[in-house]
């Protein structure tokens, strides 16, 4: 069924001969749409200077600016279509009239059921490219959104923990900021680095299974204590481990603690197995906890952490992970851990 016609389309009709102008703006009118006609060139983009266009019909051959000059002024600054109409067709290939930004081509004599037909076509395809348009742009709005929200429950999430436990309050933005800044060292893609940033701000949340006794206790932790701290990050995968995020975050807090070499824990993965964002935030960790206080030790400030983790790349860490770590510290190291 053909769709009603929009009165709200508007066409241009640009000819030096006025019988010409006259008549295919009468089959434009006749067709249920807007038009207004201009006599060349220059009166067209004063036209279009002054209010929207849907699509121009213009002649080639004008005195003054022709219709191709036309066209490319047309479709640079503005965005109306153009179809062209010329009766010198051996002067101007289809192709090149389409390569200089024209929509569609048509023969003089112009058959106006012809052009009708043509403008219907061109209508069409731009409503669909409109259409096209918006429903992408509010795609990524929702999208956008989405993300906003997934980001302040995780905010949330990582606040909620840091209430039970003051002494690593901070703790887990500071492993994010320094995490971050790792990743943009590398040269990590903003993907991934979602995915990093939202990590780190949760990578401890499994702490919400540890009493909060031992995650506060003065002096040394005993073996069980030990243990019992050791499950958190199989305790973050298992909090994380439902909840579908385009980034995977559960198994980046369940790698936090694995080490190059093995040691680390809970699975003991090695070098390439553990995911390049957790070799990220294991490092940030371990530096922000070397560098603040703790309730069973006193900091041991930035540079000796530094130390720490420099002495262990390539064996407990990431070397490049390391490297660039101690590049951003050097440069911002002040700011993050005064
Ligand atoms: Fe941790």
Not at 132 to 143: D, G, N
Not at 231 to 259: M, S, T
Request: net charge negative; charged share 30%; glycine share 6%.
């Amino acid at each position: 069924m053909e769709k009603p016609i929009s009165r709200e389309t508007r066409v241009l009709v640009v000819d030096d001969e006025q019988p010409i102008r006259n008549l295919v703006n009468r089959a434009v009118q006749n067709a249920g749409y807007a038009c207004q006609t201009a006599g060349d060139g220059q009166e067209a983009l004063e036209i279009l200077k002054r209010e929207p266009v849907d699509v121009v019909i213009t002649d080639i051959a004008m005195p003054g600016m022709n219709g191709i000059e036309l066209t490319r002024a047309i479709r640079e600054k503005f965005s109306a279509d153009v179809i062209v109409m010329t009766g010198f067709v051996e002067d101007y290939v289809f192709e090149d009239v389409i390569a200089d930004g024209a929509s569609d081509f048509v023969q003089k004599p112009v058959s106006l059921k012809e052009m009708i037909i043509r403008l219907k076509r061109l209508l069409r395809e731009r409503e669909n490219i409109a259409r096209r348009a918006k429903m992408e742009e509010e795609l990524r709005q929702s999208f956008c959104l989405l993300k906003r929200s997934l980001e302040d429950a995780i905010s949330v999430l990582s606040r909620a923990l840091e209430m039970r436990d003051p002494y690593t309050a901070g703790h887990q933005k500071r492993v994010t900021q320094l995490a971050c800044m790792i990743g943009i060292e590398m040269g990590i893609d903003d993907e991934m680095m979602d995915g990093i940033r939202l990590a780190g701000l949760v990578h401890d949340i499994g702490k919400i299974n540890v009493p909060s006794e031992i995650l506060t206790k003065p002096g040394k932790l005993s073996r069980i204590e030990h243990d019992l701290i050791r499950i958190h990050p199989e305790a973050g995968f298992d909090i994380l481990k439902d909840i579908e995020f385009p980034w995977p975050i559960a198994e980046i807090v369940r790698q936090h603690h694995e080490r190059m070499d093995g040691s680390g824990y809970p699975q003991g993965l090695t070098g390439d197995a553990i995911r390049i964002e957790a070799r990220i935030i294991a490092v940030a960790d371990v530096i922000d906890a070397m560098a603040s206080h703790r309730p069973y030790r006193p900091a041991m400030g930035l540079e000796k952490a530094l130390e720490e983790v420099e002495g262990k790349k390539g064996i407990l860490y990431d070397r490049d992970i390391v490297e660039a770590c101690a590049r951003v510290l050097e440069r911002n190291g002040k700011d993050l851990f005064q």
